[in-house]
T-cell receptor
Framework: GQNIDQPTEMTATEGAIVQINCTYQ??????LFWYQQHAGEAPTFLSY????GLEEKGRFSSFLSRSKGYSYLLLKELQMKDSASYLC???????????FGDGTTLTVKP | DTEVTQTPKHLVMGMTNKKSLKCEQH?????MYWYKQKAKKPPELMFV???????INESVPSRFSPECPNSSLLNLHLHALQPEDSALYLC???????????FGPGTRLTVL
């Protein structure tokens, strides 16, 4: 099975940088996804890591260390619209099966 | 067309009703998924179809019955549901079962 931990809530200021951590213990690992979900809406894909290291996509970056079972999502130049839940999802070696963490609710304040 | 559509947006049903949720994508994706999401909780995987064949069933009760009529369509047939089945039902698709998933807007289901 999968055990995924994320902080429940975080608060940051507009224009700042925030790092959302995700740790996991899994019986099988075949990649880690980050999704953003605004209240009342569907999740949208942000980033994907399968090898160790940093993936950068505009204001969003994601890092993975497989040996430590650790990932983070880095959001730069925060905007009010970044207030949302951020979900870490670990894909099992059984392709198609991804388990989501409980999500981190980020509130961006002026 | 780069989106996943779901109908209906909202559904209210009694415990003796039979209803169906529909999902459609025209991105040529070969994997499709059903998730259940309760308020303030993450999506929980229910079913995965890969190349129109059911590849994963996460021990979902038989009152939920998935169907994949073709590579663009995914249905979820509902029968004799319980009030605790009330939730947001999300459909997703991906190019294959190893790629990132694209989610539809969901159907908000209320079982009375």
């Amino acid at each position: 099975g999968q055990n995924i931990d994320q902080p429940t809530e975080m608060t940051a200021t507009e224009g700042a940088i925030v790092q959302i951590n995700c740790t996991y213990q899994t019986s099988g690992f075949n990649g880690l996804f980050w999704y953003q979900q605004h209240a009342g809406e569907a999740p949208t894909f942000l980033s994907y890591n399968v090898l160790d290291g940093l993936e950068e996509k505009g204001r969003f970056s994601s890092f993975l260390s497989r040996s430590k079972g650790y990932s983070y999502l880095l959001l730069k130049e925060l905007q009010m619209k970044d207030s949302a839940s951020y979900l870490c999802a670990v894909r099992d070696t059984n392709a198609g099966k991804s388990t989501f963490g409980d999500g981190t609710t980020l509130t961006v304040k002026p | 067309d780069t989106e996943v559509t779901q109908t209906p947006k909202h559904l209210v049903m009694g415990m003796t009703n039979k209803k169906s949720l529909k999902c459609e994508q025209h991105m040529g994706h070969r994997a499709m998924y059903w998730y259940k999401q309760k308020a303030k909780k993450p999506p929980e995987l229910m079913f995965v179809y890969s190349y129109e064949k059911l590849s994963i069933n996460e021990s979902v009760p038989s009152r939920f019955s998935p169907e994949c009529p073709n590579s663009s369509l995914l249905n979820l047939h509902l029968h004799a549901l319980q009030p605790e089945d009330s939730a947001l039902y999300l459909c997703a698709s991906s190019q294959s079962s190893v790629n990132e998933q694209f989610f539809g807007p969901g159907t908000r289901l209320t079982v009375l």
